[in-house]
């Protein structure tokens, strides 16, 4: 697996400049004025790699999950 690194805080950016292939990642912990992480995503990925995996990591999406949850 390739190392990926922390996104740089320079590429950051707000919801009004941010562009197609900008990592949507909101960074600030205020969601009234959104900071988006802005680093450049790879193609058809709305995050970044470094976010990418984070998201991932956060919502399991395991078939094992699924079932056990089922009431
Ligand atoms: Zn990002």
Same mark, same amino acid.
């Given at each position: 697996?390739?190392?990926?690194?922390?996104?740089?805080?320079? *590429? =950051?950016?707000?919801?009004?400049?941010?562009?197609?292939?900008?990592?949507?990642?909101? &960074?600030?912990?205020?969601?009234?004025? !959104?900071?988006?992480?802005?680093?450049? *995503? =790879?193609?058809?990925?709305?995050?970044?790699?470094?976010?990418?995996?984070?998201?991932? &990591?956060?919502?399991?999406?395991?078939? !094992?999950?699924?079932?056990?949850?089922?009431?």
């Amino acid at each position: 697996m390739p190392e990926i690194s922390e996104p740089s805080p320079r *590429t =950051q950016t707000t919801l009004f400049k941010l562009q197609a292939r900008q990592c949507r990642f909101i &960074v600030s912990d205020e969601h009234s004025k !959104a900071i988006f992480c802005g680093s450049e *995503t =790879q193609e058809g990925s709305s995050w970044c790699p470094w976010h990418r995996r984070l998201v991932y &990591v956060r919502t399991p999406m395991t078939g !094992a999950d699924a079932g056990k949850r089922r009431s």
